[in-house]
């Protein structure tokens, strides 16, 4: 179903569920475990390979959130609909657009929550985490442990390792946001924290 108008501006405005406020602070749990686990990944050559089998199951876990994530946001309540704020419509990446605009002023866009940049920018961390998450289950699932990576599972390695050169971008936009907003008075942070009253 097509969102109407009255749709995305419901959604811009409508304040974050319980159940995404929930999703970002574990999102941010598990994608820092990830990242703290992933040296101990390159066991997966050796015969014990605890290290591969931890950051495979964080992998797992993450895979598994972001699998509800998408299902929520397909079947979830009209506010967290992802047709509400998917990016590539010629309305929002023009408005997208103008944000840029407007950032080359020094200036921060005024609008609702994930739309324009905000909504580029986020759909960018979930492209990114899905690759991740999708790119590391085909190695837990189909990767031979105890050798070096060979064929199709090569590729796949590499592809997951591309990926991991793409979160510090994702979280330099992000945090940098965040950060910039906070500096002008409006402290979005509060919002996923829990801190603000709904």
């Known amino acids: 179903m097509i969102p109407t ?4 501006s419901a959604a811009e405005t409508a304040p974050l569920g319980t159940a995404v406020r929930f999703w970002h602070v574990a999102m941010i749990a598990l994608v820092l475990s990830a990242f703290l686990t992933s040296d101990g990944a390159n066991d997966y050559k050796k015969i014990e390979h605890a290290g591969f089998l931890l ?9 598994t959130a972001l699998c509800l994530y998408f299902l929520y946001g397909l079947i979830g309540p009209q506010g967290s609909r992802l047709s509400t704020w998917f990016p590539f419509t ?17 200036k921060l866009p005024e609008h609702n929550r994930r739309q324009g940049l905000a909504g580029l920018v986020q759909f960018f961390g979930l492209i990114v985490f899905s690759w991740l998450a999708a790119t590391g289950s085909l190695m837990y699932f189909f990767m031979e442990r105890g050798a070096k990576a060979h064929g199709l599972m090569s590729l796949v390695k590499e592809a997951h390792e591309l990926g991991t050169v793409l979160i510090p971008v994702y979280l330099v936009l992000h945090i940098g946001a965040v950060l910039a907003h906070s500096l002008t ?14």
């Open 5 to 8: 108008k009255e749709d995305v």
């Open 55 to 63: 950051h495979g199951r964080v992998g797992l876990t993450v895979f």
């Open 90 to 106: 010629r309305e929002r990446l023009q408005q997208t657009g103008r944000d840029v605009t407007v950032l080359t002023k020094f």
């Open 185 to 198: 008075g409006h402290q979005v942070w509060k919002d996923i924290f829990f801190l603000n009253k709904q």
